[in-house]
C-alpha cells in the first residue's frame, strides 16, 4: 500500500483520479466488463433476483469531489475520487443448499491514499478513510428449519464480517463513514458464525480472527482463527405484534465481542473488549437507503464502547453515540421524476490520537498504548440529499452532502490539542459526486444466514 502523501499548498486542489490514470483506466475497464455481465444476469434472471432464489450480481461506483476546510496542519484541501468501486453477488449451489455472498472492493487502486473524512481513522490512516480489501467478503451459508416448524438455523464460514454491532456504512446513506467505524463493527476477517431465529427474537455467535487488515491486498493471518468471539442478540417486536415473521421494521440489537491484539497481528498489542447497543427502523423492511427508489424512511441509533486492556488492566476507554435517519419521497413524474432523499447524521465519538508519521494524514503502526497521544472527542452532524431518477438497469444519483466537525480533546493535559494541530475549532468538510450502479446490490452489507435479506 502506498503510504506517501503529497503535500498540497493551502487551497490548491489535489485530484487523485489524476494522479493515478492508470488505475482509473483499469477501473473503468473491469467495470465495463462488469456491468455487461451484471447486465445479462439482470436480463436472463429477474424473477429470480426478485425471489432471492438464483444468481444476483451488481457494479457501483461513486465518484465525487471532497472539500475540507481546516484539515490537519490547517490546510484546506481539495481531491476528487472514485470511491467504493465494489461488485456484489449472491449465488446458490448445491442445488441451492448453500449460498455464496461476496463483495469485490477495488479501493485499494481508486483510494491508496484514503478519502478526507473528518475525525475517522483505522488501519493505520487518520481524517482519512483507508481503502478496504479486494476480497470484502466471500461467505459461504447453509440454514435449516428443524421439522419444518418456526425455528430457523443457519451456519456461515468464509471471509466477511463479524455479527456485532450495526450495518457497514457502505450502504447507508452518506458518502462520509463515520468515525465509530472501527468501535461499531467488526469486518474482513476469518470468521464462522451460528444463528437461530424464531418469529421476533435472533441470536448469533461467532468465533474469529483477531487481526485487522494490514492493507487492501491483505488476508488475515489463518493461524489466528478463533482468538476472538462475539454474540449478538436480535428482537423484532413488531412480528411478535402482527404474528407474521419479517413483517418488522423495527429491531433492537445487543452486542459483545472480545479481540485479541487486533492492532498488532503478531498478538503483542492490546486486547479489546466491545459492546454495542442499537435499534434500527426501516418502512421498508429489509431496503438499503442508498438504493431504495419507494416512499419510505430509515433510521438509526447506537451506541458502541471499546475497552483497550492488557491483561486484566485497562488502558483505554472509546465511546461512541450515533443517531442518523433518511427519508426517500417521489417527486415529479415521467423522465423529469424520480426519488428525492434527504439525511441527517449527528454522532458523538472519542478516537485515539495515534503517533502521525511525517505524512500527517498516517499514523505509526503496529499500534501499542506508548503511541496513544490522547483522545478526541469528535461532535459531527452530517447533512446530506440525493436524487434518484426512474428505476432502471442502470442506478444514477447525484447527491450532495456536508458535514460540521467540532474535536475536542477529552483528557488534559493532552500532548495533542485538537485546535492547534487543525488550526480552527471547527472543520467543514462538503462533498458532492454521483454515484453509479447496475443490478440489486446487497440489502444490507454483513448479514448471513438468518441474519441477511434471503428469506
Known amino acids: 500500500m502506498g503510504t506517501g502523501l503529497p503535500r498540497v499548498a493551502n487551497h490548491a486542489p489535489a485530484i487523485d483520479t489524476l494522479l493515478h490514470l492508470r488505475h482509473a483506466f483499469a477501473v473503468a475497464a473491469a467495470t465495463l466488463v462488469l456491468v455487461r455481465a451484471t447486465l445479462g444476469a439482470q436480463g436472463h434472471g429477474d424473477h429470480a433476483a426478485r425471489t432471492h432464489d438464483g444468481l444476483r450480481l451488481s457494479a457501483d461506483v461513486t465518484a465525487l469531489a471532497v472539500r475540507a476546510a481546516h484539515a490537519p496542519e490547517g490546510r484546506t484541501l481539495a481531491e476528487g475520487y472514485l470511491a467504493q468501486p465494489v461488485v456484489m453477488g449472491h449465488a446458490p449451489l ?28 483505522g488501519e493505520g490512516f487518520v481524517d482519512r478513510r483507508h481503502p478496504h480489501t479486494f476480497v470484502h467478503e466471500a461467505m459461504l451459508s447453509a440454514g435449516a428449519r428443524p421439522r419444518g416448524g418456526p425455528l430457523r438455523l443457519s451456519a456461515a464460514a468464509g471471509k466477511g464480517f463479524v455479527p456485532f454491532g450495526t450495518d457497514d456504512p457502505m450502504l447507508r446513506p452518506f458518502a462520509f463513514f463515520p468515525v465509530n467505524h472501527h468501535l461499531a463493527q467488526l469486518l474482513e476477517r476469518y470468521v464462522a458464525i451460528g444463528g437461530a431465529r424464531v418469529p421476533g427474537l435472533m441470536v448469533e455467535g461467532a468465533r474469529f480472527g483477531g487481526d485487522e487488515p494490514q492493507g487492501p491486498w491483505a488476508w488475515p493471518r489463518a493461524s489466528r482463527f478463533g482468538e476472538g468471539w462475539s454474540a449478538r442478540a436480535t428482537a423484532f417486536p413488531l412480528e411478535l405484534a402482527r404474528g407474521a415473521a419479517g413483517a418488522g421494521a423495527l429491531e433492537l440489537s445487543a452486542s459483545r465481542a472480545e479481540v485479541p491484539s487486533p492492532e498488532d497481528p503478531t498478538g503483542a498489542g492490546l486486547d479489546q473488549r466491545k459492546s454495542s447497543l442499537a435499534a434500527r427502523w426501516a418502512s421498508g423492511g429489509d431496503a438499503a437507503p442508498v438504493t431504495e427508489s ?37 417527486v415529479g413524474a415521467g423522465p423529469l421524476g424520480g426519488t428525492l432523499s434527504v439525511a441527517a447524521r449527528a454522532e458523538r465519538t472519542g478516537r485515539p490520537e495515534e503517533e502521525r508519521m511525517l505524512d500527517p494524514f498516517r499514523t505509526v503502526r503496529p499500534h501499542f498504548e506508548q503511541n496513544v497521544l490522547g483522545i478526541t472527542e469528535w461532535r459531527i452532524l452530517t447533512v446530506a440529499a440525493a436524487l434518484r431518477p426512474p428505476a432502471g438497469r442502470l442506478r444514477v444519483a447525484p447527491f450532495v452532502e456536508a458535514a460540521r466537525a467540532r474535536p475536542r480533546a477529552l483528557v488534559r493535559p493532552s500532548v495533542f490539542e485538537p485546535s492547534l494541530f487543525y488550526r480552527a475549532p471547527v472543520q467543514w468538510t462538503v462533498a458532492a459526486g454521483v454515484r453509479f450502479g447496475v443490478g440489486r446490490p446487497h440489502a444490507r452489507m454483513g448479514r448471513y444466514g438468518v441474519a441477511s435479506d434471503h428469506r
Not at 96 to 119: A, C, K, S, V, W
Not at 297 to 320: P, V
Request: charged share 30%; aromatic share 10%; glycine share 14%.
Open 294 to 330: 419507494r416512499r419510505g424512511g430509515y433510521a438509526l441509533l447506537e451506541w458502541a464502547r471499546t475497552d483497550e486492556r492488557r491483561g486484566a488492566r485497562r488502558a483505554f476507554r472509546y465511546q461512541s453515540v450515533l443517531a442518523e435517519a433518511a427519508l426517500w419521497r417521489p
Open 94 to 121: 448445491l442445488g441451492g443448499r448453500l449460498r455464496l455472498t461476496g463483495t469485490l472492493n477495488l479501493e485499494g487502486l481508486t483510494l491508496r491514499r484514503g478519502q478526507l473524512t473528518p475525525g475517522i481513522y
